[in-house]
């Protein structure tokens, strides 16, 4: 994220910079005033810090609907658990260490790590429904709402899946966003140019509270790149749960 602080950094610099050159090469035709200039500014500002803000917004949701999902499958998990107790000694040995190894892999996967062999996510999933279906057939009727509750840790995984991975904002968004970056900087240089004032420094504090806002909207946005990351909390207290029970 460093480098994304520093690039933007240097990015509203740059523009602003071209803006008050741009300026003063038609400062000597005395075609402008400052003050219009200054509204068309202050214009531009007011539509980029809606645009951020808006943006801001995405990312917030999608690392809410992260948080919320991380919840519902601990607790999915945990109930699923608890549920197999009601089962024959052989399902119930093999579903419980299924999930064991299940939440340890979710955790690795939280922190970025590459699935063992044969331990991965949906070859987990694969033998936690084998399992399941066997007991279903064994005693039909018995384990529905235990085979309830494994669709559902199945289907949280999906769903977990495609927020981390899938729910993102736009390319074609963060290119607006670039581009109204640039504007915003260029009519802040044009109007500095046009009043024909030194480079004030509070250019260089706008530069960098744009670039801290647009990293925080990047690092929520980008899952386990950053530093701003979902509690894994839950999981964590899961399987400090899962390893005091019995199989």
């Known amino acids: 994220m460093g480098g994304v602080f520093l690039g933007t950094a240097l990015f509203v610099l740059a523009s602003a910079e071209v803006g008050y050159r741009f300026a003063g090469s038609r400062r000597a035709q005395q075609v402008e005033k400052q003050e219009p200039v200054g509204k068309i500014a202050e214009a531009t500002l007011a539509f980029f810090a809606f645009l951020l803000a808006f943006t801001f917004g995405i990312a ?28 024959p000694s052989a399902q119930r040995v093999e579903i419980r260490t299924v999930l064991r190894q299940y939440v340890d892999e979710r955790l690795r996967w939280d922190n970025g790590a590459t699935d063992p062999p044969g331990n991965s996510a949906e070859a987990l999933l694969a033998r936690l429904w084998q399992a399941a279906a066997v007991a279903g057939e064994q ?44 504007l915003t900087a260029f009519a802040v240089g044009y109007h500095g140019g046009v009043a024909d004032t030194s480079r004030s420094p509070a250019l260089v504090a706008l530069a960098l509270a744009l670039a ?36």
């Open 139 to 182: 005693h039909p009727g018995e384990v529905d709402v235990f085979l309830t509750n494994v669709t559902q840790v199945i289907e949280l995984e999906h769903e977990r899946l495609m927020l981390r991975e899938q729910n993102r904002i736009p390319v074609e968004f963060w290119f607006v966003v670039g581009l109204l970056t640039f």
């Open 212 to 247: 801290a806002v647009i990293v925080v909207i990047v690092d929520l946005d980008r899952p386990g790149t950053g530093l701003i990351n979902v509690s894994e909390q839950p999981m964590i207290d899961l399987r400090a749960a899962l390893l005091q029970s019995q199989p």
């Open 60 to 87: 917030e949701d999608a690392f809410n609907a992260r948080r919320s999902a991380m919840v519902q499958e601990a607790g999915a998990i945990r109930l699923t658990y608890l549920l197999g107790g009601t089962l």
